[in-house]
């Protein structure tokens, strides 16, 4: 299969501090995207990083790429309580026609 | 911009009845993704649509189909229900023409097969 795999699968925090979700993927890539879900609803895309980018920042988001380990991260510094939500990595495999999901990282932030 | 509308948001059927669902994309968006999204398997790709073709096709039976309109908007149809098909069926859209872009989500509508 060429969906990633995130980890953890769970992972709970208190407000303020940081929060480091991994992304594990199996084919070669011409970009990787990450998307956060509030509970039952659609996925919203957050950042995307291409293959011959290795980090890339928005707002308290940090994304690192890393093509030779098949892997990326995504740190969200800062947290909040509004970050609680589940994120996934979406990869676009190369001579693949859609976007390939992993199984996502379901982060609690406590206030 | 209105964004990605999914209808209804939530259905409750039963065993052996079919269903369908629909989605308006965003205006000027011509490829409209379907994804079933389940605790157990995840994410998992259905079909898309650009110009009323399904052009991609993942791995589902065929009681899985769908059709996309002129106007873009799009519906998906699952017949002869099983309990298995219970989940949370996603649209999304995307600019471009390519599946691959970034996609658009709609929130979702939830079905329940009793």
């Known amino acids: 299969s060429q969906q990633g795999e995130e980890d953890p699968q769970a992972l709970s925090i208190q407000e303020g501090e940081n929060a480091t979700m991994n992304c594990s993927y199996k084919t070669s890539i011409n970009n990787l995207q990450w998307y956060r879900q509030n509970s039952g609803r659609g996925l919203v895309h957050l950042i995307l990083?291409?293959?011959?980018?290795r980090e890339k920042h928005s707002g308290r988001l940090r994304v690192t790429l890393d093509t030779s380990k098949k892997s990326s991260s995504l740190l969200i510094t800062a947290s909040r309580a509004a970050d609680t939500a589940s994120y996934f990595c979406?990869?676009?495999?190369?001579?693949?026609?859609?976007?390939?999901f992993g199984t996502g990282t379901r982060l609690t932030v406590i206030p | 911009k209105a964004g990605v509308t999914q209808t209804p948001r939530y259905l409750i059927k039963t065993r052996g009845q079919q269903v369908t669902l629909s989605c308006s994309p965003i205006s000027g968006h011509r490829s409209v993704s379907w994804y079933q999204q389940t605790p157990g398997q995840g994410l998992q790709f259905l079909f898309e649509y650009f110009s009323e073709t399904q052009r991609n096709k993942g791995n589902f039976p065929g009681r899985f189909s769908g059709r996309q309109f002129s106007n873009s908007r799009s519906e998906m149809n699952v017949s002869t229900l099983e309990l298995g098909d219970s989940a949370l069926y996603l649209c999304?859209?995307?600019?471009?023409?390519?599946?691959?872009?970034?996609?658009?989500f709609g929130a979702g509508t939830r079905l329940s097969v009793l």
């Open positions: 979406a990869t676009d495999a190369a001579g693949a026609n859609n976007l390939f």
């Open positions: 990083i291409r293959s011959n980018e």
């Open positions: 999304a859209s995307s600019s471009g023409g390519l599946a691959k872009n970034i996609q658009y």
